[in-house]
Nanobody, 127 residues
């Protein structure tokens, strides 16, 4: 059974940093793009960042560009999200997800393109 487990969330002051981790028990981890999404109550799940299967190519939502960095360690089946200069509007439950297709990141900004999801980790930013 595939599992994605996020960790690293918590409470931080505005301007602070957090590093989220996602451990994946996915046999094909090093062949699929990974994404981070976030969601607040009453809103749709929002794309944050994605990294391609090799780790060479990344893409960010405009709202986090220049502040967040996505990375992965294929040897350890892990993906990370370094979040700097956090703002109150970054507060949300953050989810990591594995793309449906190998060697593809088709529609990477859409939740439906991802097959496996973690349970989420809460990030709270105080002003």
């Amino acid at each position: 059974q595939v599992q994605l487990v996020e960790s690293g969330g918590g409470l931080v002051q505005a301007g602070g940093s957090l590093r989220l981790s996602c451990a994946a028990s996915l046999r094909t981890f090093n062949t699929v793009a990974m994404g981070w999404f976030r969601q607040t109550p009453g809103k749709e799940r929002e794309f944050v960042a994605r990294i391609n299967w090799s780790g060479v190519n990344t893409y960010y939502a405009d709202s986090v560009k220049g502040r967040f960095t996505i990375s992965r360690d294929n040897a350890k089946n892990m993906v990370f999200l370094q979040m700097n200069s956090l703002k109150p509007e970054d507060a949300a439950v953050y989810y990591c997800a594995a793309h449906r297709e190998q060697y593809s990141d088709y529609n990477f900004h859409i939740p439906g393109a991802y097959q496996y999801w973690g349970q989420g980790t809460q990030v709270t930013v105080s002003s």
